[in-house]
Protein backbone atom coordinates (compact mmCIF):
# COMPACT_ATOMS: atom_id res chain seq x y z
CA UNK A 1 0.00 0.00 0.00
CA UNK A 2 1.49 3.50 -0.75
CA UNK A 3 2.48 5.63 1.71
CA UNK A 4 -0.73 7.86 3.36
CA UNK A 5 1.42 10.80 2.99
CA UNK A 6 2.42 10.09 -0.43
CA UNK A 7 1.49 13.49 -2.72
CA UNK A 8 2.47 14.85 -5.93
CA UNK A 9 2.59 18.14 -7.33
CA UNK A 10 -0.48 19.92 -8.19
CA UNK A 11 -0.85 19.52 -12.44
CA UNK A 12 -1.39 22.34 -14.63
CA UNK A 13 0.18 24.56 -11.86
CA UNK A 14 4.10 26.82 -11.74
CA UNK A 15 4.99 27.26 -8.24
CA UNK A 16 5.88 30.91 -7.25
CA UNK A 17 9.02 29.23 -5.40
CA UNK A 18 11.18 26.72 -5.45
CA UNK A 19 14.10 26.17 -3.37
CA UNK A 20 16.21 23.49 -1.26
CA UNK A 21 17.37 24.13 2.59
CA UNK A 22 21.00 23.91 3.11
CA UNK A 23 22.40 23.10 6.63
CA UNK A 24 22.16 26.41 8.08
CA UNK A 25 18.44 26.57 7.61
CA UNK A 26 18.02 23.32 10.24
CA UNK A 27 19.06 22.07 13.52
CA UNK A 28 21.68 19.63 14.28
CA UNK A 29 19.35 16.52 13.57
CA UNK A 30 18.70 18.09 10.07
CA UNK A 31 15.45 19.22 10.41
CA UNK A 32 14.44 22.55 8.81
CA UNK A 33 13.61 25.70 11.30
CA UNK A 34 9.84 25.94 11.05
CA UNK A 35 10.96 30.17 11.48
CA UNK A 36 12.97 29.44 7.79
CA UNK A 37 9.83 27.85 6.25
CA UNK A 38 7.22 30.64 7.51
CA UNK A 39 9.75 32.90 6.19
CA UNK A 40 10.14 31.24 2.89
CA UNK A 41 5.98 30.88 2.75
CA UNK A 42 5.37 34.47 2.84
CA UNK A 43 7.81 35.59 0.06
CA UNK A 44 6.08 32.87 -1.78
CA UNK A 45 2.51 34.59 -1.04
CA UNK A 46 3.39 37.83 -1.48
CA UNK A 47 4.32 37.67 -5.02
CA UNK A 48 0.92 37.05 -6.58
CA UNK A 49 -0.44 39.64 -4.33
CA UNK A 50 1.74 41.96 -5.36
CA UNK A 51 1.00 41.17 -9.10
CA UNK A 52 -2.57 41.74 -8.24
CA UNK A 53 -2.06 45.05 -6.10
CA UNK A 54 0.51 46.06 -9.14
CA UNK A 55 3.05 47.55 -6.63
CA UNK A 56 3.90 47.19 -3.16
CA UNK A 57 2.07 44.71 -0.67
CA UNK A 58 3.14 44.13 3.17
CA UNK A 59 2.01 41.44 5.42
CA UNK A 60 -0.60 42.31 8.00
CA UNK A 61 -1.63 38.81 9.27
CA UNK A 62 -0.72 34.95 9.30
CA UNK A 63 -4.32 33.69 9.14
CA UNK A 64 -3.88 30.01 9.58
CA UNK A 65 -0.18 27.82 9.23
CA UNK A 66 -0.09 24.22 9.52
CA UNK A 67 3.43 22.41 9.52
CA UNK A 68 1.95 18.84 8.13
CA UNK A 69 5.57 16.99 7.71
CA UNK A 70 8.62 17.89 8.75
CA UNK A 71 10.89 19.55 5.96
CA UNK A 72 14.74 18.34 5.69
CA UNK A 73 18.18 19.84 4.36
CA UNK A 74 18.21 18.45 0.62
CA UNK A 75 14.29 18.28 0.53
CA UNK A 76 13.38 20.48 -3.09
CA UNK A 77 10.23 22.30 -2.05
CA UNK A 78 7.69 23.84 -4.25
CA UNK A 79 5.56 27.01 -3.23
CA UNK A 80 2.11 27.30 -5.08
CA UNK A 81 0.26 30.45 -3.80
CA UNK A 82 -3.10 31.08 -5.09
CA UNK A 83 -5.23 34.15 -4.43
CA UNK A 84 -8.41 33.39 -2.16
CA UNK A 85 -10.21 37.03 -1.41
CA UNK A 86 -9.16 40.18 -3.00
CA UNK A 87 -10.71 43.27 -0.78
CA UNK A 88 -10.57 46.79 -0.86
CA UNK A 89 -6.99 47.34 0.35
CA UNK A 90 -6.20 43.56 1.18
CA UNK A 91 -5.30 40.18 -0.60
CA UNK A 92 -5.42 37.09 0.82
CA UNK A 93 -3.67 34.14 -0.36
CA UNK A 94 -3.31 30.60 0.29
CA UNK A 95 0.41 28.68 0.14
CA UNK A 96 0.94 24.81 -0.24
CA UNK A 97 4.40 23.18 0.25
CA UNK A 98 5.71 20.03 -1.27
CA UNK A 99 9.04 18.59 -0.56
CA UNK A 100 10.09 16.16 -3.04
CA UNK A 101 12.12 14.15 -1.11
CA UNK A 102 15.15 10.98 -1.80
CA UNK A 103 14.38 12.02 -5.81
CA UNK A 104 15.98 8.72 -7.01
CA UNK A 105 12.47 7.34 -5.55
CA UNK A 106 10.60 10.43 -6.21
CA UNK A 107 8.85 10.69 -3.32
CA UNK A 108 6.58 14.02 -2.93
CA UNK A 109 4.61 15.35 0.09
CA UNK A 110 2.61 18.71 1.32
CA UNK A 111 4.34 19.43 4.22
CA UNK A 112 3.01 22.93 4.77
CA UNK A 113 -0.32 24.61 4.54
CA UNK A 114 -0.94 28.85 5.29
CA UNK A 115 -3.30 31.79 4.76
CA UNK A 116 -1.94 34.96 4.76
CA UNK A 117 -3.31 38.30 4.11
CA UNK A 118 -1.17 41.46 2.65
CA UNK A 119 -2.24 44.90 2.14
CA UNK A 120 -1.56 46.92 -0.81
CA UNK A 121 0.65 50.09 0.01
CA UNK A 122 1.64 53.65 -1.39
CA UNK A 123 4.93 54.77 -1.61
CA UNK A 124 4.06 56.30 2.13
CA UNK A 125 3.53 52.55 3.30
CA UNK A 126 0.34 53.89 3.57
CA UNK A 127 -3.13 51.97 2.64
CA UNK A 128 -4.04 52.09 -1.09
CA UNK A 129 -6.97 50.79 -2.72
CA UNK A 130 -6.23 47.29 -5.04
CA UNK A 131 -6.80 48.49 -8.61
CA UNK A 132 -9.96 47.00 -10.24
CA UNK A 133 -9.06 43.93 -13.11
CA UNK A 134 -8.85 45.28 -16.43
CA UNK A 135 -12.04 43.76 -18.10
CA UNK A 136 -11.51 40.58 -20.12
CA UNK A 137 -14.23 40.49 -22.65
CA UNK A 138 -14.06 42.41 -25.82
CA UNK A 139 -17.46 44.00 -25.09
CA UNK A 140 -18.70 46.78 -22.44
CA UNK A 141 -21.26 46.16 -20.25
CA UNK A 142 -23.11 49.81 -19.54
Request: with cysteine; proline share 8%; hydrophobic share 40%.
Amino acid sequence: MANAHQSCLPEGKMPELRVMPMPADANVYGDVFGGWIMAQVDLAGSLPAGRRANGRVATVAVNSFVFRQPVFVGDLLSFYADIVKVGTTSITVNVEVYAERNRLQAETVKVTEATLTYVATDSHRKPRPIPPLPSITSHHHS
